[in-house]
């Protein structure tokens, strides 16, 4: 009986090495050469690969000669309680038609960055706005007039967004495809930002100026000499050490200690996922969502090792 050791390259093996060499030296080329950085791919803090965009996957489609069809899997339409869901597939065929590869993709309306809407309003007290921050319903966010205090509403018109959540869930599934696909995993990962839970600004300390008063010169006496430059400096530091203290001050947290054993057990990002979506009254708490941010980042390293 002929034996086949697994060391053996035969000539169709040797081939398919050659070709996949020749391909991956095509797919270096062409991100280099054509992708554009944050139009067809981005970089996410704390993600070690660039994530890959839908013009980005667009464009590898069109160079592997690829079709891609959508089809709905699933639709959840609760109007009583204002939930909406899709899932879509999608398929990739090659030139002769043949399918190469599928992926799903799914939305929902309890993702934050649907369920949720920030609208600009008045700066409330120092207390109210620490509280509004612990809670994650409040913050301040840069505009084109400098910074503005903002604060979290439940989205009245959830309904609305059914066709914004369609093209999400048609995106999401087009990008994985593409991915696989195209064996862009190596260069690319998909786009973390639409997971829902990486969706997060920094909390904005305000600088606390020094209230200057009017000096009042009274007769016979020396008028008040101006602050010399080293005492201006001096003052300066006083304030950014100030600042520095109140950034460095922990914000409350309600993650139960459960639910953080759980994060920090988590093997994939799938399973992040599931417990980002499972705890849907901890979606608005800042420190759930560093911490599902940095375990995510550990994963994601820890792939790349």
Known sequence: MDTFELTTITDEMQSSITHMAQMRNHLVAFTKEVLVKEQDYGVVPGVQKPTLLKPGAEKLMNLYGLAVEFECTDRVLDLHSKFVAYTYKATVRNRDGRIVTQCEGSVNSYEPKYRYIWTEKPKPSQAMQDQLKAEGNGKFRKSSGGWIWVERTENPDLVGLQNTMQKMAQ??????????????????????????????????????????????????????????????????????????????????????????????????????????????????????IKMLSTKKAEIRKGIAA
Do not use: C, W
């Open 171 to 288: 995106k999401r599934a087009f990008v994985g495809a593409i991915l696989l696909a195209t064996n862009a995993s190596e260069f690319f990962t998909q786009d973390v930002e639409d997971m829902g839970f990486i969706d997060v600004e920094a909390t904005v300390v305000e600088e606390t100026k020094a209230a200057v008063k009017p000096v009042k010169e009274v007769k016979g006496t020396v008028p008040a000499r101006d602050a010399q430059p080293s005492e201006v400096k001096e003052e300066k530091k006083a304030v950014k050490a100030k600042t520095q203290v109140k950034a460095e001050q922990p914000v409350a947290s309600n993650v139960p200690e459960e639910t953080r054993s759980a994060i920090q057990g988590a093997k994939d990002v799938a399973a992040l996922y599931l417990i980002h979506k499972s705890n849907v009254a901890l979606q608005g708490d800042e420190q759930f």
